[in-house]
């Protein structure tokens, strides 16, 4: 009884509120785990017609399906699909469904900014699809290299829409990045210290942090695109000192890490599923951990070698083929680790098992290919090539698809709480195992005889034909199988029988809890003493129904979970989290308005949607907070601790601090183009300089330090005047510079300038919301949460706004 008086209070505070309101408010993190799943599989099946129609056009020699302007929306749009709208938005979906559930929490760190994620995910792949569907899809590759992709040579909306929809989902993708990370080092089991965390939740701290470092460099191309083919700045253009070999080197500092982005959270799931279909202990624990982190760092240092063919320097090419080798190392320790799990154990041949198998087996073939590609001499003939769509897909499917299948049926009878009907699903395996080799190994083949990728048609006496046809019956091999898998699922959803809990004998804590999970998880939040909790009490999901766990009960109203500290694991207080809101769905709809607005051209209007995401922002905010002091809270087992109202390090200042690890990433990412411009770029130096001043500098300077000072004290007023300051300068040093459409230099100089007044802007309107809340009664002495969070923002606007100004006038000190 007691167990069902806990339940209904626990699910009168989380439940999703009935009927579509509730839907389009609700913040709870299994909901929306599962709409981002389901969005990503129909985009999946999307991008999986446009790979049927590219078959159908390359099965046969001088096919005439489809027209050449198609054929490059088709491919462009598979692309960008698979890679953009099903392989990380599948990934966020089972990760912001399972990370809560087997840290021991009973949310993520921000549900309201999850909630945002998903909107921008919707319309920004909505404006996409729509797009393709009335015939302006993007048709310059999913890379989107210039000057193909540039005004000149793309005038339609084409390129536009990649730019502008892709972005609107990359903010998707970067409020998981931050949610992910700061969940799983601040929510966590009690005693759940860093060496007890389960092995799935290390992948994916490396690949969020991946995502926090990686994302802004492609944020940052894809915006200096846009503005060039908007606005006319010429980054790319080389007669006015561009390059298009910037965007090359923007988007593949983030795509090569995208590949382990991609990868890692699948290498997450086999090591957290084979152990349990072997029956035994991951092997290696330690040893897999630290090839995650040389995994996560060397991947960032290997993105020179997609331009091994762009005339990069001999050195160059010796030391980024060296390191494309050398990343092979920790990925085959976790091969051999995983292979040593199954020979200790005793694996038993179910269907999880069969996809695992699959992975292996087309995984190290992509991995062997990828060392071949590696290699500068045998780049430099299949670069290209079919080969390399072969080895790709060999990497990117048998690296993910496969694992993501094996964790669609280990975690299905969790999220429905019920068991396979028919059984289908080995049919299905056979049918994608056997079509995917079939389609792919014979591209390998085609390539090594010469054939480009990208073409739409190809000559009889080439030599290629069998080979295509081939191919493509693969291809439709591949979709069939895909359409049992789906059926499979349906089944079992609607018709399966119910299934006692924890149906695989795993000792991780998801199974801790009723299935399907109830909408705040656990009843009472566990304590742990090691990394399988289920073996060492295998009835803790009963104990914690009961209550005889942390935070048993409900308090206010308010959503309770508990925060830990980073390394030990040792609770450090009560975060209160808010309940379901129309501020993301309202937030996302601004944004969407902007990149409409940009997309039809309509400039004029920007400015309305840009104020109307600043009023959204300032009501999110103000509905955080309290307005009197709490003191501390009991949480059981005679533990009592401060609430996040009064906590020092809260989510909010950790959130803040990964958000702008990124920004600086985007700004080192531009501090690199201008180095670049400079010194590779043709027609250089420029032809007119920003005047050389002093003034301007040492305004900013003061600003600064104004600023600085301030976000110390916690003087609204002073960091406001500080701010402004800053903007002051910038703008004043702007009113003399070349116009930035005559010269690289000068489009370089304003992208600069306007960033670090972007962020001047924002730590203004922080201190004027500090004002406002302080007038309200929300700060106190214990209450000093938002001012720490400000000082960030503030130092970190203060600090750019000091350096651009400084580095906008050195050129003419130096002339």
Not at 184 to 199: E, S, V
Not at 275 to 298: D, N, Q, S
Request: proline share 6%; hydrophobic share 55%.
């Amino acid at each position: 009884m007691n167990a069902l008086k806990l339940h209904r209070e626990l699910t009168a505070i989380w439940r999703t509120e009935p009927g579509w309101r509730g839907h389009l408010r609700s913040v709870n993190h299994s909901d929306l785990g599962k709409r981002f799943i389901i969005a990503a599989f129909v985009f999946f099946a999307i991008g999986g017609v446009l790979a049927m129609l590219i078959r159908a056009q390359l099965a046969t020699p001088r096919s005439a399906f489809v027209g050449p302007e198609v054929y490059n929306q088709l491919f462009t749009m598979h692309g960008s699909i698979m890679m953009f709208l099903f392989a990380i938005p599948m990934f966020e979906g089972l990760t912001i469904y399972l990370l809560p559930k087997i840290l021991g929490s009973r949310d993520l760190a921000y549900p309201r900014l999850t909630a945002l994620g998903w909107w921008c995910y919707l319309f920004g792949g909505t404006i996409i699809i729509l797009a393709m569907l009335a015939g302006v899809a993007p048709n310059a590759g999913w890379f989107l290299y210039p000057p193909l992709s540039g005004k000149a040579y793309t005038p339609g909306i084409n390129s536009d829409v990649w730019l502008l929809g892709i972005t609107f989902v990359e903010i998707s993708a970067m409020c998981a990045a931050i949610e992910i990370t700061v969940t799983i080092l601040k929510f966590r089991a009690a005693g759940m210290g860093l060496d007890r965390m389960p092995i799935f939740a290390w992948y994916l701290l490396a690949t969020a942090g991946m995502m926090v470092f990686g994302f802004p460099p492609l944020i940052l191309g894809s915006i200096l695109l846009e503005v060039e083919r908007a606005f006319g700045w010429p980054f790319y253009a080389p007669e006015l000192g561009g390059s298009p070999l910037l965007w090359q080197h923007l988007f593949w500092l983030f795509g090569h890490p995208e590949v382990y982005i991609i990868f890692l959270p699948a290498a997450g799931a086999v090591s957290t599923i084979l152990p349990v279909m072997a029956r035994t202990r991951l092997l290696g624990h330690g040893a897999i951990v630290a090839a995650i982190m040389a995994l996560a760092f060397l991947s960032f240092g290997l993105w020179v070698h997609h331009m091994f063919t762009t005339g990069i320097p001999h050195m160059a090419l010796g030391f980024f083929s060296a390191a494309s080798a050398l990343v092979a190392v920790p990925t085959a320790v976790q091969v051999f680790a995983w292979l040593g799990t199954l020979w200790q154990g005793r694996p038993e041949l179910r269907l999880p098992m069969l996809y695992l198998i699959g992975f292996f087996i087309v995984f190290v073939i992509g991995g062997l290919t990828g060392v071949m590609l590696a290699m500068v001499p045998f780049d430099a003939q299949a670069h290209d090539t079919a080969f390399v769509t072969a080895h790709l897909h060999y990497v990117l499917v048998g690296g993910f698809v496969f694992p993501m299948l094996a964790a669609a049926y280990y975690w299905l009878p969790h999220i429905t709480g019920r068991e396979r009907v028919m059984r289908i699903g080995e049919a299905a395996f056979w049918l994608i195992f056997i079509g995917f080799n079939l389609t792919f190994f014979m591209m390998h083949l085609t390539g090594l005889l010469g054939m480009p990728r990208r073409i739409d048609t190809y000559a009889a006496g080439m030599g290629w034909t069998w080979l295509n046809l081939l191919s493509s019956v693969g291809g439709f091999l591949q979709a069939f199988g895909f359409a049992l898998f789906l059926i499979d699922v349906v089944l079992q959803i609607w018709l399966g029988r119910l299934h006692r809990r924890n149906p695989w004998g795993a000792t991780t804590l998801e199974w801790a809890m009723p299935t399907p999970s109830p909408d705040y998880n656990f009843a009472s939040l566990p304590t742990v003493t090691s990394r399988d909790p289920l073996a060492d009490a295998p009835d803790l999901g009963v104990a914690l129904a009961r209550g005889d766990g942390l935070l048993a009960g409900s308090r206010n109203g308010w959503r309770e979970t508990i925060a830990v500290d980073m390394t030990s694991g040792a609770p450090e207080h009560v975060a209160v989290l808010p309940g379901n809101s129309w501020s993301p769905i309202a937030t996302a709809g601004m944004l969407g308005g902007f990149f409409l607005a940009m997309l039809a051209g309509l400039y004029i209007i920007t400015p309305i949607f840009i104020l109307g995401v600043v009023w959204q922002g300032w009501r999110w905010a103000w509905s955080n907070g309290i307005r009197r002091d709490v003191g501390q809270v009991t949480v059981g087992d005679g533990l009592s601790l401060p609430t996040s109202f009064e906590a020092t390090r809260t989510t909010g200042w950790w959130g803040s601090v990964f958000a702008l690890s990124a920004s600086a990433t985007l700004f080192a990412s531009l501090l690199f183009g201008y180095a670049f411009l400079w010194t590779i770029a043709p027609n250089w130096p420029p032809p007119a300089l920003i005047a050389p001043s002093l003034v301007a500098p040492l305004l900013a300077l003061a600003g600064a330090a104004v600023a600085f000072h301030a976000g110390r004290g916690g003087r609204g007023m002073r960091g406001l005047v500080g701010q402004v300051t800053i903007i002051a300068a910038l703008g004043w040093l702007l009113t003399g510079a070349p116009d930035p459409a005559s010269h690289a230099y000068a489009a370089t100089s304003a992208m600069l300038a306007a960033y670090a007044i972007f962020h001047a802007g924002l730590a203004a309107i922080m201190y004027a919301f500090l004002l406002a809340r302080a007038r309200h009664g929300f700060h106190s002495p214990a209450r000093g949460g938002e001012a720490r969070i400000i000082r960030l923002w503030s130092d970190h606007a203060a600090g750019v706004g000091a350096s651009v100004a400084i580095l906008l006038v050195l050129p003419g000190w130096f002339a």
